[in-house]
């Protein structure tokens, strides 16, 4: 196959599993998080990145698709307990979501990732 038609083939499979996953986090969304974990709207999370001077959560999430090998679906910020922290979605090679708890203060892994 050429290789325009191998990369036309690639890019519809990710957009394939994108909207696959996208179908199934919809499915989940309606599961509250967490009852200490709370998430802010992009513009609350903006404000906040500015005021506490948060890590970057692009680069936070680069990172994390990076260290677990995988496409990088999104970034919330939340407030779980007392400190802040960044809510990752990244899409595995093997088509499962794993959301991942990233320290907004320092950018690292606040613990494990979870499947879903």
């Known amino acids: ?5 191998c990369f036309a083939l690639r890019t519809f499979a990710v957009a ?5 996953a996208a179908a199934a986090c919809s499915a989940r969304a309606e599961d509250p998080p967490p009852a200490h974990m709370q998430c ?6 903006r404000g906040k990145i500015e005021a ?16 677990l090998q995988g496409e990088p679906l999104g970034a919330k910020l939340c407030q ?5 922290i960044y809510e990752i979605s990244l899409l595995r090679r093997d088509g499962h979501i ?6 907004a203060f ?5 613990t494990g990732a979870i499947d879903y």
Do not use: C, N
Request: proline share 4%; hydrophobic share 50%; no cysteine.
């Open 80 to 84: 779980l307990g007392e400190g802040l």
């Open 1 to 5: 196959m050429p290789a325009a038609g």
């Open 16 to 20: 394939a599993l994108a909207a696959t």
């Open 40 to 45: 802010f709207t992009m513009a609350q999370a």
């Open 52 to 67: 506490h001077k948060l890590a970057d959560p692009f680069r936070s999430m680069r990172e994390a698709a990076v260290r």
């Open 106 to 110: 320092s950018g690292r892994a606040h």
């Open 98 to 103: 794993v959301k991942i708890r990233v320290d």
